[in-house]
């Protein structure tokens, strides 16, 4: 049987994960996350896989974010190798983190509580408008007086 004419394999595996350690020489292990519905509750969970690849050059280091695909067994638990490393760790470290979006944080309090007009301010308690709306009535009552 010559090469043209054999069955092409099929493709390997390819995950995407965060490394959560490189202690190892040549191996790196990847916690891969995946989202799935609770079988019971129906609620949507995040499960985590934890896999271990083969580094050859150590590479790659705690916090990156790497691929890796599916390869023979390289050990007793090995059964992935490094692929490319798709982002490191200390990249944009020096940019601020911004949380959410004012919009956003709006459209998500308004679904979790149909009944209010507006979202809280951040920092503030729920007797901090009750306490601004009473000290502007009585500035309003005393302009119609006066």
């Given amino acids: 049987m010559s090469a043209a004419s054999a069955p092409e394999?099929?493709?390997?595996?390819?995950?995407?994960?965060?490394?959560?350690?490189?202690?190892?020489?040549?191996?790196?292990?990847?916690?891969?996350?995946r989202l799935a519905r609770h079988r019971i509750y129906k609620r949507v969970i995040r499960l985590t896989t934890k896999f271990k690849a083969h580094d050859e050059n150590n590479e790659a280091h705690v916090g990156d974010t790497v691929r890796i695909?599916?390869?023979?067994?390289?050990?007793?638990?090995?059964?992935?190798?490094?692929?490319?490393?798709?982002?490191?760790?200390?990249?944009?470290?020096?940019?601020?983190?911004?949380?959410?979006?004012?919009?956003?944080?709006?459209?998500?309090?308004?679904?979790?509580?149909?009944?209010?007009?507006?979202?809280?301010l951040e920092g503030a308690t729920a007797e901090a408008p009750v306490a601004a709306a009473a000290d502007e009535a009585p500035a309003q009552d005393e302009g119609v007086s006066a």
């Fill in 9 to 33: 394999r099929g493709k390997r595996k390819a995950k995407v994960g965060r490394v959560v350690s490189d202690k190892m020489d040549k191996t790196i292990v990847v916690s891969v996350e």
């Fill in 69 to 120: 695909e599916e390869a023979r067994p390289l050990s007793a638990t090995k059964r992935w190798r490094l692929a490319e490393i798709v982002a490191k760790a200390g990249l944009g470290a020096g940019e601020g983190v911004v949380s959410e979006e004012p919009a956003t944080a709006e459209a998500i309090h308004m679904a979790a509580h149909p009944g209010r007009l507006e979202a809280p």
